[in-house]
């Protein structure tokens, strides 16, 4: 206990007298106790949750080695623990990062940043939550960033992905690590019982972690959730949905998620139920908790001029009103027949398309086509029903009809008669490539877009996307200038737009000098930056008859990365890309929507030859309806963030939206 003014604040604070459960061990658990003491109040320390190193601490490494290396603008913490886990890691001090800073969500993990040794750049000024420092993050950087700003992000395992959403829509690229996870602590079985039988009269909740382990260890059995009847505190609205997500109901909210801002929110309900930290406000019946046997009680601790009586230990009134109540009133046949209703913008086929979030134009389609040298007649391709190998006469047609559906391009691959090592057949000007292209200009006019695929794949005996070095390896910087070649005789033809599909390092800013350099300044570049060693392009090797033995891995994206999509756009869009692609779509659409979300150019997608086909195989076997499989499937990559897409069915598709 404490005595003099401390003791009255702690009276007119509320918390005389009253047991308060901390669910933190260790030094942080003592804080809190302390806190807790300062108020007047009894804190009974039971952890529920620890921390661990993360299942995988690899990426953690890795991630602190690129920030001990310079390769980040800030790191941003979230928790102490999430101090702790780095600078457990090795990682330095942000002087020795370079420019790099460090941000904190709040005061606690300032604290704790510092006793590590890092200066503490930026910490919200209210609202510590990730909300809080996302947008003080997007207020310092604002403007004046010449880049979007890389930032380090090491949560917890089961962190939500608030923060790195909001930084991503800011047109910055966050890297989400585990630094640690969150595991229940040791039992113990008496205390519990204790806690059970109304040991406590109210319970910290921390976290979300926190609030599931509660959950896990009482369950919940009428009142609260809790036998006792322990009121549930909880540190900000996050922690109060996650205690109602397990079938609990905070009473008290937190607007500061903070030691103070929580223990004074509680104290101010303990005082007036009906305050603004109060998960129910305004109730009229709502009573406070009532102290312990024995404890004093202040004047000020309930409603003026009354005492705080042992049967007023009850929760709130089901008719209170609330103003914070994460957890929905569990429905009775009395109830009120609800008021919102979705279902109602979803009537009719006229009010669906009303208010549609997603749209396809058909001028946002382009049409893959493939002409072959030396065939008299088209050829069908097995594996791709409906798709064909042009001559150059049958590609005018399939040209004419794209335009008349309103497509907005056609993107062409040549098949030469002849291959060599080198692909000597892609920069021809009498190759099939460059005189298919000249046929289409010459048919469509300004009607279409006309693009050209920029790759050797087609042109090469080996089949690789560039030319080979004595050990049998793609040799990167040789096959640019194969590139710089291909660009010219394109742009020659009249190609408006090269699709650069080689992955090659450096292909976006060789192709662009040598379009420059050649006077073909308005000849625009397709990088197709997130490009990945997928197994859906199988029946488009049949299309180009592929000479292809092995696999593309070592240029091609790993299927299982992410964030080096975005990497690879960026990177793009720095050596001068006019646009960037995802390809293929539908297995990755979340690499496409992250670089949706930060790119400054637009954004295309593949559908590729084995999406389509799945779709035909199915349909052809009566497994789904092909047209609603297809116009769900593209207005997905269009939701995703694509502002165009390739498919086989643009035509089509282009009929039926028109």
């Not at 601490?57 to 623990?81: F, I, K, M």
């Not at 069908?380 to 047609?397: E, K, Y």
């Not at 499937?633 to 502002?643: E, L, T, W």
């Not at 498919?647 to 039926?656: C, I, P, R």
Request: charged share 20%.
């Amino acid at each position: 206990m404490i005595s003099g003014a401390s003791a009255e604040r702690a009276d007119a604070l509320g918390l005389s007298g009253r047991r308060i459960l901390v669910p933190r061990g260790g030094a942080a658990g003592e804080r809190w106790a302390q806190a807790v003491r300062e108020r007047g109040g009894e804190p009974v320390v039971a952890a529920l949750t620890e921390t661990a190193a993360p299942q995988d601490p690899g990426p953690l490494t890795a991630a602190v080695e690129r920030w001990n290396r310079g390769q980040y603008d800030w790191l941003v913490v979230t928790s102490a623990n999430g101090a702790h886990a780095v600078a457990d890691a090795g990682a330095r001090p942000a002087a020795a990062a370079g420019a790099a800073r460090v941000a904190a969500v709040g005061p606690a993990t300032a604290e704790a940043l510092r006793e590590r040794g890092f200066a503490v750049a930026l910490q919200p000024e209210h609202d510590f939550s990730a909300v809080g420092i996302a947008a003080a993050l997007i207020d310092v950087i604002g403007d004046r960033a010449p880049r979007s700003q890389r930032l380090l992000l090491p949560l917890s395992e089961i962190a939500s992905t608030e923060l790195e959403e909001a930084l991503l829509r800011a047109g910055h690229a966050p890297e989400r690590i585990a630094a640690y996870r969150t595991v229940p602590a040791p039992r113990d079985a008496a205390q519990e019982a204790r806690i059970a039988a109304g040991g406590v009269d109210a319970i910290l909740v921390l976290s979300g972690s926190g609030a599931a382990e509660l959950a896990r260890r009482f369950g919940p059995a009428g009142g609260n959730g809790l036998p006792g009847g322990a009121m549930l505190a909880a540190i900000g609205a996050p922690t109060a949905r996650a205690l109602a997500d397990h079938g609990l109901r905070a009473d008290v909210v937190a607007a500061r998620h903070t030691v103070d801002g929580l223990l004074d929110a509680l104290a101010e309900h303990i005082a007036d139920p009906g305050s603004r930290g109060s998960a129910r406000e305004g109730s009229r019946s709502t009573p406070r908790i009532a102290p312990r046997s024995g404890a004093r009680t202040s004047a000020t601790a309930g409603t003026p001029g009354t005492e705080a009586a042992p049967e007023a230990a009850t929760k709130a009134a089901p008719d209170a009103a609330p103003a914070i109540d994460p957890a929905p009133p569990r429905r009775t046949r009395s109830m009120m027949p609800p008021t919102v209703r979705p279902r109602r913008l979803r009537t009719t086929p006229a009010m669906r398309r009303l208010v549609a979030e997603t749209r396809v134009h058909p001028a946002e389609l382009i049409l893959p086509a493939f002409v072959r040298e030396g065939i008299s007649e088209p050829r069908a391709i097995g594996s791709m029903p409906g798709v064909l190998q042009h001559t150059l006469d049958s590609l005018r047609r399939a040209a004419a009809d794209a335009a008349e559906a309103g497509v907005g391009g056609i993107m062409l691959f040549g098949v030469p008669a002849v291959r060599d090592a080198h692909g000597s057949a892609a920069d021809d000007p009498e190759g099939i490539l460059n005189l298919a292209t000249r046929a289409v200009v010459s048919e469509a006019g300004d009607a279409l877009v006309v693009q050209t695929d920029l790759c050797l794949d087609e042109f090469t005996d080996h089949g690789h996307c560039g030319v080979l070095d004595a050990r049998g390896a793609v040799a990167n910087d040789a096959t640019l200038d194969r590139y710089r070649a291909m660009a010219v005789a394109q742009a020659d033809a009249g190609s408006a737009l090269l699709g650069l599909s080689g992955m090659m390092d450096g292909q976006v800013a060789a192709v662009r000098e040598a379009l420059d350099e050649a006077g073909h300044q308005d000849t625009a570049v397709l990088g197709y930056s997130a490009k990945y060693a997928s197994a859906f392009y199988g029946p488009f090797r049949e299309a180009v008859d592929s000479q292809l033995t092995g696999d593309r891995r070592s240029y091609q994206q790993d299927p299982a990365n992410r964030r080096e999509g975005l990497r690879e756009a960026e990177l793009d869009v720095a050596e001068g890309a006019d646009i960037v692609m995802v390809k293929p779509a539908m297995s990755y659409l979340d690499v496409l929507a992250d670089v949706a979300a930060t790119s400054p150019v637009p954004v295309w997608a593949y559908q590729v030859s084995g999406e389509a086909a799945m779709i035909e195989a199915a349909a052809a076997n009566g497994w789904i309806d092909r047209r609603r499989a297809i116009e769900e499937s593209v207005v997905s990559i269009k939701r995703a963030g694509a502002d165009a897409v390739l498919s086989y069915f643009a035509v089509e598709l282009a009929g039926w939206i028109r």
